[in-house]
């Protein structure tokens, strides 16, 4: 059933256009409209030797950054900068590029950040720059004018698409006008996809093919990721100092937190000191406390003071002290140490520190930590002022000092789909559903279809065919047209498809015949309705024993051409059956019901006798001889004795054994201990034995069996142009053919391309309608000597 799903061409691309064009949205979307993904032309040599001027960089926004990762920001003043993260400092980060010796000088946050490195095109920018400029803008529009020119020149082609539409128009009209109304007595959902199939396989193709993209991501990523979740906190301090001073030194007649302290006119000085814990976060805290002052020297030297004589206690996140300091006991320790030790010239310096200690708890989580930001002052002779900040815009009487507690959280993984974050766990149930409602609705068409075929042939028509389907009430006029039968209606559906032909339909219980008319050429395809499929009647079994003994079936004979030299070097024989009613039928048509009716050994044995009575008549003729293939069923080499029958037959032609070679299914190697038996006799008296493989050949297994040829089949040629892994194992199939000296034939081959992959892989034959198609037997004699080479062999390989 799948193949009248296949032959839909057009729906198969339509979705696939449809859903690529969602999903290269999705996957590359700029995030100016909607998307996720940023697009930065680097431009500067900052990340070298990893990016380099000219290139394009496409990043996409991720749930967090890390260490390590390249991204991309905005810089005030600057624009967009692509750098790598290369530390953090709590909720900011610390970048800079690869080639810089300096960090960057802004730290953005990471809601700043507009995505990470995912994919990088070299050189690309500068391209993406060309055509922004003019002369390519210029190009552009004309070409587009040109392409609008040459398009509006294709009347000629709008007409005959008309004709076509008016032609399938009157057909349709004709045949209803003769057929009557179509048949109404089918299934309720079979009726009703019977006009709304496309549509319906379309929407569903389109849901599976994003479904399964969407799945593709969604279970290739796990669920939940771990991300960092980071405790902030600040711990603030606020110093002052004051003391009393004579008037008129002062405004205030004080010192003045921030101003110059004079000890000949103050030496107490009162120094106070607030303390401060913040963060968004619950805290449970305490610690304790001690002031003291250090005095010390460019040189090394240092004395401490303390303010406090023990450390004390507090319990909470704030806290006040204060201590007095007494600045003329500083000089006079300053001046102690100079008349000592004879220097004069070293720098002093006096500051205070807080000596803060806290511990407990921060969000659930154990704390410890210090505070000790100094309050900093120069000492010379008669005065000490308070020193500058080392940070710009940092107050020295307000210290602050900034922590995190690192803990991780497990968060969403999540997919970014049309600018919005989908969670991964809800992605993949889509992904899911999406499937499952694709599975049955294209799995309610093959189940109506297979219903259809097993009991209402106009159904499965109507269902297989769809819009194009005009059923006619007599069989159509052959008239002068050319008759071509076509073995499978898959293959009659695609040529309809491919010419815009309608498809006409005419059943006739129990044959059922659809024709597809295209100029001077009739297409037919017929097939057995379920009238006949129950089983073999008498009638048909006559019929079978009539072509047998009347000469009814006919062979025909394919060239296969040596890959060497383009010479004939063997034939393989078609089986056809010249019906006298029904025209010429192909072995789809027939072959069933022979074995069906256990036939298929006598047709067997007719077909050798006839291949070896031809190849008697070309030898007295003087005609050159090549070996000839025969399509063995398995019905016959399981029949006990067959291997007997054939030698007796074939010596009393008077044609050699090694004139023929037996082709035989895949599944024939090993279809019963009797196969195996005569298999044997017949390589031992001298036949030729030819496997074919399919796509699940193994070549390895043919180290003890009698097999002298492989043909790689159709379907795994046809695929050499559309998979490339077919491509890798058809060239491993030949290896390990070459390595057991078995020859290799291609099957099927229909392009030149197909036919140069095989001669690039030192395939030794090949056969198909690209080198020529079968010959009846009677006229195979002249058409052979039409030509010696069937193919160029000194042409490169395509």
């Known amino acids: 059933m799948r193949k009248y799903l296949l032959t839909r061409r057009a729906l198969l691309i339509a979705a696939l256009s449809l859903s690529a064009l969602a999903f290269l949205w999705v996957l590359l979307a700029p995030s100016r409209f909607g998307g996720a993904v940023e697009y930065v032309i680097v431009s500067g040599d900052s990340m070298e030797p990893l990016f380099h001027k000219g290139d394009l960089v496409l990043l996409r926004r991720a749930p967090f950054y890390e260490v390590g990762d390249i991204v991309v920001y905005r810089y005030p003043g600057i624009g967009a900068v692509i750098h790598r993260i290369v530390d953090r400092r709590l909720d900011r980060f610390v970048l800079k590029g690869d080639h810089n010796t ?17 994919l990088w095109l070299p050189g690309m920018g500068t391209i993406f720059l060309q055509l922004r400029s003019p002369w390519a803008l210029a190009i552009l529009v004309g070409v587009g004018s040109l392409i609008w020119g040459l398009s509006s020149m294709q009347s000629k082609w709008t007409e005959r ?45 389109i849901i599976g093919i994003l479904a399964l993209v969407l799945g593709a991501f969604a279970f290739t990523r796990p669920v939940s990721l771990t991300a960092p979740d980071n405790l902030l906190y600040k711990q603030t301090g606020a110093y002052a100092y004051t003391g009393e001073v004579p008037a008129g030194v002062y405004d205030e007649n004080r010192v003045v937190s921030g101003g110059a302290i004079f000890p000949k006119v103050s030496c107490g000085i009162e120094v106070a000191f607030d303390y401060q814990l913040q963060s968004q976060h619950p805290a449970q805290v305490s610690g304790t406390y001690q002031l003291m002052a250090v005095v010390n020297s460019t040189t090394g030297w240092r004395r401490t003071i303390l303010l406090n004589e023990q450390p004390v206690l507090f319990s909470g996140k704030t806290f006040s002290a204060q201590a007095p300091l007494d600045v003329c006991e500083v000089e006079k320790m300053i001046a102690q140490v100079q008349e000592v030790t004879g220097a004069q010239t070293y720098q002093y310096f006096l500051s205070v520190y807080p000596q803060v200690k806290v511990s407990g708890t921060l969000g659930g989580m154990t704390l410890e930590e210090t505070f000790n930001e100094p309050l900093s002052f120069t000492v010379q002779t008669d005065q000490i002022y308070l020193n500058a900040p080392a940070k710009e815009d940092a107050n020295p009487l307000q210290p602050v000092k900034e922590g995190a507690l ?31 409602i694709a599975a049955l609705g294209i799995g309610l068409v093959l189940y109506l279809l297979q219903q259809a ?20 009430q007599d069989p159509l006029a052959r008239g002068d047209a050319r008759v071509v039968h076509l073995p499978a ?19 006739a219980a129990p044959v059922a015949t659809y024709y597809v008319r295209d100029g001077d050429v009739l297409y037919v395809h017929r097939k057995l309705g379920p009238a006949a499929a129950e089983g073999v009647d ?8 009539r072509a047998l003994e009347k000469d009814e079936f006919a062979l025909y004979f394919q060239p296969s051409v040596s890959l060497e030299d383009g010479r004939v070097v063997q034939l393989e024989s078609f089986l056809r059956w010249r019906h006298p009613e029904r025209g010429l039928l192909m072995p789809v048509q027939f072959l069933p019901e022979v074995e069906r009716a256990g036939m298929m050994m006598q047709v067997d044995l007719w077909v050798l006798r006839r291949a070896c009575e031809y190849l008697a008549q070309w030898r007295e003729a003087g005609y050159p001889l090549y070996p000839v293939a025969i399509n063995l069923s398995l019905q016959s080499l399981a029949t006990e004795g067959f291997a007997a029958q054939a030698q007796a037959m074939v010596a009393g032609l008077g044609v050699s054994p090694e004139w023929l070679y037996l082709e035989i299914p895949e599944n024939g190697l090993d279809v019963s201990p009797v196969g195996a038996e005569n298999l044997r006799q017949l390589r031992e008296a001298g036949f030729g034995i030819v496997l074919n493989a399919g796509e699940r050949f193994n070549p390895e297994a043919l180290e003890a069996e009698p097999v002298q040829q492989i043909k790689l089949g159709y ?3 046809q695929k050499l142009s559309a998979v490339s892994e077919m491509q890798d194992l058809a060239s491993r199939w030949i290896s390990q053919a070459h390595e057991r000296k078995i020859r290799v034939a291609a099957v099927g081959v229909e392009t030149s391309q197909q036919l140069g992959f095989f001669r690039l892989h030192a395939c030794d034959q090949a056969q198909g309608y690209w080198i020529s198609p079968p010959v009846a037997a009677e006229d195979l004699p002249g058409f052979l000597a039409q030509k010696r080479a069937w193919v160029e062999v000194s042409s490169k390989p395509e």
């Not at 097993?454 to 297989?464: F, I, S, V």
């Open 453 to 472: 075929e097993g009991k209402d042939e106009k159904m499965l028509a109507k269902l297989a065919v769809g819009s194009r389907l005009v059923e006619v």
């Open 538 to 545: 008498e009638s048909t079994r006559q019929a079978l024993v």
């Open 161 to 205: 698409r008309k004709k076509i539409k008016a032609r399938v128009d009157d057909a349709i009209m004709a045949a209803r006008q003769s057929a009557g109304q179509f048949d109404t007595a089918v299934m309720g959902a079979g009726k009703w996809l019977s006009g709304r199939q496309e549509g319906f396989l379309l929407v569903m193709y």
């Open 715 to 717: 379907p795994v040629v």
């Open 102 to 118: 300096w960090v960057d000088g802004y730290e953005p946050a990471p809601d700043e950040i507009l995505g990470k490195y995912w």
């Open 489 to 507: 209606l898959s293959d009659l559906l695609r040529l309809a498809e491919q010419r815009e032909e309608v498809v006409f339909f005419h059943y």
């Open 406 to 436: 690192v803990r991780m959280k497990t968060v969403d993984n999540t997919l970014s789909i049309f600018s919005m974050d989908v969670p991964v766990r809800t992605a993949r149930t889509l992904s899911a559903v999406g499937l499952a």
